[in-house]
């Protein structure tokens, strides 16, 4: 398996550069993070139209709703794939892409999708369209995956028939017709799976099993590594009374009726079946391949999002920033963000204090929250996103 990946994107305000400047002010943002990551790459956030305040804050809530889901669908989508891929990271891997590309190329190659997510749209129209997009991809995945799911398990119940043991396989092989009584008003014959080790046991406790057993009716069919199949012979005012009695002693009871031609009819299920499932298999893949780099493209879109409403809410206007993309690991992450704490504390204003090494720590005698950052994790004082696509 692939090490894991996580990814921040930062937003900081360009006055972090004495000048103003955004390309400093990007150089000391990429300075601070680069020892704990593998890299950091400027991130292009477009500038959206900017409603009410209020409006804003409505929707930064939105938006982490929003984020959440597409993270959910995105992981969904790729459990189906791992599970019609058997598992195979290998296999996996080829399929994850993104606009045909590998994930980390993706997002290092960031742009905003202009023709599916028009940016002079209103921020709240753009939202909505996101959030129609991953119910879609979530619904026409699911209903795919369901279809097939239902479609291998019937060809499993059909292989069980084919490849099972005698307690559970199809019999359409196995019993010569000669040997059921068919057609009588009066007695049946039934078919018991007796385990292996009892086989002695039946055939000297059959005949007095029930009333009205016929004497040494009973006939051995077949056998296999488990079970060995026998018919007996009886009256059916007793059929249920016996039946009832070989359960007791955990014996099987198959329900067979002869039928003419049966055996081939089976083969011709089984084949159409398997057909189907081959044909559906392949409509799941390729669906659920499309669907991922769909689910993930339109996550990172919600991501942007987040990081320039909360832009404006954290530093107002008129907008001056810089965005990066870090990359670093899971194990490295919680210091990149030490870091960035360290230098960056003082963009929060008393919202932030220091404890007696210097560090930076939130004060939890002031009640500021920000917008689409409330209930999520600990608060900082710059915009923050972390991620990590599975």
């Known amino acids: 398996m692939s090490k894991s990946t996580k990814y921040l994107l930062v937003s900081l305000p360009t006055s ?43 929707q930064a809530d939105d938006l982490g709703k929003l984020e959440g889901a597409c993270e959910a669908v995105a992981n969904k989508v790729g459990d ?4 019609i891929l ?22 290092r190659s960031f742009n905003w999708n202009k023709v599916k997510y028009r940016a002079d749209r209103p921020l709240s ?21 369901n279809q ?22 199809s019999l359409a092989s196995v019993v010569p017709p000669k040997l059921v009584v068919q ?58 009374e016996f039946i009832h009695k070989c359960r007791e002693q955990k014996w099987t009871p198959r329900d067979y009726k002869h039928k003419e031609g049966g055996k081939e009819e089976e083969k011709k299920e089984f084949d159409k079946v398997s057909k189907e499932e081959r044909k559906l298999w392949g409509e799941v893949l390729r669906l ?42 899971p194990k490295q992450v919680k210091k990149v ?15 932030i204090g220091r404890d007696k090494k210097g560090r930076a720590i939130k004060d939890d005698s002031n009640d500021m929250q920000v917008a689409g950052q409330g209930g999520e994790g600990e608060y900082s004082a710059y915009v923050c996103y972390d991620f990590e696509i599975n």
């Open 288 to 329: 659920a391949r499309t669907n991922w780099g769909e689910a993930v493209m339109a996550w990172i879109h919600v991501l942007v999002l987040r990081v320039f409403v909360e832009t404006v809410l954290r530093y107002g206007l008129p907008l001056s920033f810089v965005c990066a993309l870090v990359k670093t690991s």
């Open 80 to 83: 189906s794939l791992r599970t």
């Open 125 to 145: 129209s753009i939202i909505d369209i996101l959030q129609k997009e991953i119910t879609s991809i979530d619904n026409d995945v699911k209903t795919k995956y």
């Open 183 to 240: 057609d009588s008003e009066y007695i049946e014959t039934h078919l018991v799976a007796v385990p292996l080790q009892q086989t002695k046991d039946f055939i000297k406790s059959y005949e007095t099993l029930s009333s009205w057993v016929v004497p040494r009716s009973a006939v051995k069919i077949d056998s296999d590594d488990e079970f060995s199949l026998y018919s007996v012979t009886c009256f059916k005012r007793y059929s249920s």
């Open 86 to 107: 058997e598992g195979d990271e290998g296999k996996l891997t080829q399929q994850k892409t993104v606009n045909d590309k590998p994930v980390d190329q993706y997002l």
């Open 16 to 58: 972090i550069s004495s000048s103003n400047d955004r390309e400093e002010a990007f150089g000391a943002l990429q300075a601070t993070a680069a020892k704990d990551s593998e890299s950091v790459l400027p991130f292009t956030i477009p500038e959206f139209k900017v409603g009410s305040l209020d409006a804003l804050v409505q």
């Open 337 to 351: 963000r030490d870091s960035l704490d360290t230098n960056y504390s003082y963009l929060a204003g008393n919202a």
């Open 148 to 169: 097939y799911n239902q479609v291998k398990t019937n060809l499993t119940v059909l292989q069980k028939r084919q490849t099972g043991n005698l307690s559970n396989k």
